[in-house]
């Protein structure tokens, strides 16, 4: 089992619904986790970090994590085509790496 | 503040060369790492320097080096270049070990 896992989509959704990312992980990683989006040719940039069992909203963004069932998602609530993104699922593992899923493409249609 | 920066933008290089890619990181980051990231896949780790010593190693080869000055930029020295060397390179700072990470814009290395 990969470290950190994503479904590579695309996952489409209608302009003002809610997207909802996915991310499973191993034994193998901290209790850290973060969620990342990356524009086409550009650098990821940091949405949401998580610590703790639970939700954590900021804005638009719901990060949730479950640590019994080793998942951790990210709602977007209200999608706008310029969310239209691949979004990436990171944990840091035992090397002190912070190891990144392969990443969920997301197409928000107007 | 300024973010992380890097430089050069885009580089291309031959096989066999060497490249060196150069980082500074958020003013009061302590800490850099390196990643690779190719087409459709997540970045992979390459370094973790923390306070000018390397804290973390990915799978990467020998031919993969770097270093941190006491400025706590850093650079990135790829010898002996291979076609699969051609990636996104990205660097990112912290605050410490373990803490939320912050990418710069990337160099875009092509190896012909």
């Known amino acids: 089992q990969k470290e950190v896992e994503q479904n590579s989509g695309p996952l489409s959704v209608p302009e003002g619904a809610i997207a909802s990312l996915n991310c499973t992980y191993s034994?193998?990683?901290?209790?850290?986790f973060f969620w990342y989006r990356q524009y086409s040719g550009k650098s990821p940039e940091l949405i949401m970090s998580?610590?703790?069992?639970g939700d954590k909203e900021d804005g638009r963004f719901t990060a949730q994590l479950n640590k019994a069932s080793q998942y951790v998602s990210l709602l977007i609530r209200d999608s706008q085509p310029s969310d239209s993104a691949t979004y990436l699922c990171?944990?840091?593992?035992?090397?002190?790496?912070?190891?990144f899923g392969s990443g969920t493409r997301l197409q928000v249609q107007p | 503040d300024a973010g992380v920066t890097q430089s050069p933008t885009h580089l291309i290089k031959t096989r066999g060369q060497h490249v060196t890619l150069r980082c500074s990181p958020i003013?009061?980051?302590?800490?850099v790492s390196w990643y690779q990231q190719v087409l459709g896949q997540g970045p992979q780790f390459i370094f973790q320097?923390?306070?000018?010593?390397?804290?973390g190693r990915g799978n990467f080869p020998d031919r993969f080096s770097a270093r941190q000055f006491p400025n706590y930029s850093s650079e990135l020295n790829v010898n002996a270049l291979l076609l699969g060397d051609s990636a996104l390179y990205l660097c990112?700072?912290?605050?410490?070990?373990?803490?939320?990470?912050?990418f710069g814009p990337g160099t875009r290395l092509t190896v012909l």
């Open positions: 990112a700072s912290s605050q410490d070990l373990h803490n939320e990470q912050f």
């Open positions: 034994d193998r990683v901290s209790q850290s």
């Open positions: 998580i610590y703790s069992n």
């Open positions: 990171a944990a840091y593992t035992g090397r002190r790496a912070l190891t």
């Open positions: 003013s009061g980051h302590k800490s």
């Open positions: 320097y923390y306070e000018k010593e390397e804290r």
